[in-house]
Antibody, heavy 125, light 107 residues
Framework: EVQLVESGGGLVQPGGSLRLSCTAS????????????MVWVRQAPGEGLEWVSY????????YYVDSVKGRFTISRDNAKSSLFLRMNSLRAEDTAVYYC??????????????WGQGTLVTVSS | DIQMTQSPSSVSASVGDRVTITCRAS??????LAWYQQKPGKAPNLLIY???SLQSGVPSRFSGSGSGTDFTLTISSLQPEDFATYYC?????????FGPGTKVDIK
C-alpha cells in the first residue's frame, strides 16, 4: 500500500515563507514515484477542497491555481521519492490543511489517489 | 476556469436510504470527473473516477453516472459509515476544480 506523508506545516507570520514536503513510502515494485505526476490540494478551516498545484513526473509541466502564482513553487526529487511546495509571501488566506496526492492517468481517465494525511499551515501574526 | 456546483449542499438521511447527489460543470468535461468522500479530520478518499468507475475497495452501494456537464453520485443504501461530505472534481482542464461539497448527515 502506498503512503504519502506530508510535513513542514506550522505557524508563520504574514509575508513569511514555509516549505512543505511529501514523501512516498511503502511503495511496491508497481509504484515508482518517478513515474507519476503529483499534486497539492488545500482545505481552509471549515471550507471545501482547492487544488493548488500540479507537477508532471519529470517536472517538465507545472501548473498553479491563480491565487498562488508567483508565490508558491512546486518541485520534486524523484531520487528521494519526495514532493515539495515552497510557499513565499504567505497571506492569512493561505491558512489551510495542505494535502499531497498522486495524480493517476490511464487510458483517458484521471484521478487523485492516494492522499497524504495533510499538514496544517497557519498564517497569523 | 470550469466551475463545479453540487446539490443539495446538505442532506439528512437515515440508514438504508437511497441518496443521490448531483454535480454540474459549467462546461462540458466528458467523463473527466471524480467523486471523493471526506470525514472530519481526515483526508479525502476516492470513490469514483471517470464519472462511473468504482475505485478498488469501495463498496458497490456507491455508483456514479453522467457525462458532459451533469453527473450524479448515488448511495443505494446508506450505511452508518457513509455519513460524511462528498465532493465532485473535474480533471478535464487546469485549474482542476472541486464542487463545494455535499454533507450527508443523520436524520
Amino acid at each position: 500500500e502506498v503512503q504519502l506523508v506530508e510535513s513542514g506545516g506550522g505557524l508563520v507570520q504574514p509575508g513569511g515563507s514555509l516549505r512543505l514536503s511529501c514523501t512516498a513510502s511503502r511503495f511496491t515494485s508497481r509504484f515508482t514515484f518517478s513515474g507519476y505526476a503529483m499534486v497539492w490540494v488545500r482545505q481552509a478551516p471549515g471550507e471545501g477542497l482547492e487544488w493548488v498545484s500540479y507537477i508532471s513526473s519529470s517536472s517538465d509541466s507545472i501548473y498553479y491555481v491563480d491565487s498562488v502564482k508567483g508565490r508558491f513553487t512546486i518541485s520534486r526529487d524523484n531520487a528521494k521519492s519526495s514532493l515539495f511546495l515552497r510557499m513565499n509571501s504567505l497571506r492569512a488566506e493561505d491558512t489551510a490543511v495542505y494535502y499531497c496526492a498522486r495524480y493517476n492517468w490511464n487510458d483517458g481517465k484521471a484521478w487523485f489517489d492516494p492522499w497524504g494525511q495533510g499538514t496544517l499551515v497557519t498564517v497569523s501574526s | 476556469d470550469i466551475q463545479m456546483t453540487q446539490s443539495p449542499s446538505s442532506v439528512s438521511a437515515s440508514v438504508g436510504d437511497r441518496v443521490t447527489i448531483t454535480c454540474r460543470a459549467s462546461q462540458g468535461i466528458g467523463s473527466w470527473l471524480a467523486w471523493y468522500q471526506q470525514k472530519p479530520g481526515k483526508a479525502p478518499n476516492l470513490l469514483i473516477y471517470a464519472a462511473s468507475s468504482l475505485q478498488s475497495g469501495v463498496p458497490s452501494r456507491f455508483s456514479g453516472s453522467g457525462s458532459g456537464t451533469d453527473f450524479t453520485l448515488t448511495i443505494s443504501s446508506l450505511q452508518p459509515e457513509d455519513f460524511a461530505t462528498y465532493y465532485c472534481q473535474q480533471i478535464y482542464s487546469f485549474p482542476f476544480t472541486f464542487g463545494p461539497g455535499t454533507k450527508v448527515d443523520i436524520k
